[in-house]
């Protein structure tokens, strides 16, 4: 019974860690200016996610490393310097955003100006990084983060045709917006159904819980289980969306009208259960960040790391992640729209991931690290072509956000 809990806690964990402020926004823009013709793209996602976390996950367990503690050692110092640099500044931005989410939430709730509750964001993400046990940090935002089944359950509430939603994932057009949108917000809700920070921080939390070969099966099943049903969850935020606001040409610029689908269904009631969804998602998603920019420089400089370890033994690590909130609560006072900041930060995220993805398939089907658990051909087949998908967003991120006027 101990161990079914255990996995059952992970399983919650990590549904309440997929979704952050990136697939709130996108899913929200996708639902609302296309309906349901971007359901493909998440699933996608979701697909890679589950194969590259599973890799990230048996790395270290196998091994006692995390995926970006052996990048160095197996790719050389330049490569993973260029991969830490990128990862970095990803991440942080990533943290800024989330800390967004975080306010805006709160100014959900509250009606107290979003700008007054970011640094007090940025202090509670400290205080709860510096104080609460990892274990219980991810299970209570991962269990808080389920709120988000509001919006399911709203789609079962409103008058929903279902036909109609079961057409536009099977026959996706651009809705009269322009191939060029279409595809800026598939690239953009790509990128946020597999944020680079995902599959570190999946990595080095398994290190940090003490994962061993024995929790290969228990892990993969979390995976395997954990990751597509907070697809779904996305998916619910995208059907909402494409209900309520798309036919009225609405386009989500923040939360409030990203939970109106909720209040039409709920009132009050939902509007609240929709607010504590966000803030769970975006508060548990900052910690996530945070962690994972600390991680990934102690990792490469070979610095002592890891919330169980003391900030006196591990006072660089946690430094660092310091220094991490810090910046991301400075980017938020410059007055930044943190719903633009977000548009940007997934598209920055889309061409950093080659530098996250390609690191990881090539660790995993090395025999010096894993031996005779390196990566089936089965599962090489499936991240390669993954591994391509990954690299055409990275190219055409760019070049559809110049184009498009970041999808106008």
Request: aromatic fraction near 10%.
């Amino acid at each position: 019974m101990r161990k079914l809990l255990a996995a059952s806690l992970g399983i919650l964990s990590a549904v309440g860690g997929f979704v952050d402020v990136g697939d709130l926004v996108a899913a929200g823009q996708a639902g609302a200016r296309f309906g349901m013709a971007h359901a493909w793209v998440l699933l996608l996602g979701v697909v890679g996610i589950c194969a590259y976390a599973e890799m990230a996950g048996r790395v270290a367990a196998v091994t006692g490393r995390a995926v970006f503690d052996l990048v160095r050692e197996r790719l050389g110092a330049r490569i993973a310097l260029l991969n830490l640099v990128a990862s970095y500044l990803v991440t942080v931005l990533t943290l800024a955003a989330e800390l967004g989410g975080v306010a805006l939430a709160l100014r959900l709730a509250t009606r107290v100006p979003y700008l007054v509750w970011v640094p007090v964001a940025g202090v509670a993400v400290w205080l709860v990084l510096w104080r609460m046990r990892f274990q219980l940090m991810e299970r209570v935002f991962g269990l808080a983060g389920l709120a988000l089944v509001v919006f399911a359950v709203a789609l079962w509430w409103l008058p929903t045709d279902w036909a109609a939603l079961g057409r536009g994932m099977v026959h996706p057009g651009e809705a009269g917006q322009g191939w060029g949108a279409y595809w800026f917000v598939a690239v953009a809700l790509f990128a946020s159904t597999v944020s680079p920070y995902e599959v570190f921080f999946f990595s080095s939390g398994a290190v940090e819980e003490r994962w061993s070969a024995a929790d290969l099966a228990g892990a993969r099943f979390s995976v395997l289980v954990g990751f597509p049903v907070g697809g779904l969850l996305a998916l619910a935020l995208i059907a909402t969306a494409a209900v309520v606001l798309h036919p009225v040409g609405a386009s989500p610029d923040g939360l409030e009208q990203l939970a109106q689908p909720v209040v039409l269904a709920f009132g009050a009631v939902g509007l609240a259960v929709a607010a504590l969804a966000f803030f769970a998602v975006t508060f548990g998603a900052a910690l996530e960040t945070g962690l994972s920019a600390a991680y990934a420089a102690a990792q490469y400089f070979g610095w002592q790391w890891g919330k169980r370890v003391s900030p006196r033994e591990a006072a660089r690590f946690h430094t660092v992640l310091l220094v991490s909130v810090l910046l991301g609560v400075v980017v938020l006072l410059t007055t930044v729209d943190p719903v633009t900041l977000t548009e940007y930060m997934l598209i920055v995220s889309a061409v950093a991931l080659p530098l996250t993805y390609l690191p990881i398939l090539v660790v995993a089907n090395d025999r010096t690290y894993l031996g005779d658990r390196v990566n089936g051909r089965w599962l090489n087949v499936l991240a390669t072509l993954f591994l391509l998908v990954v690299l055409a967003t990275s190219i055409a991120a760019v070049p559809l956000a110049v184009g498009t006027r970041m999808g106008q």
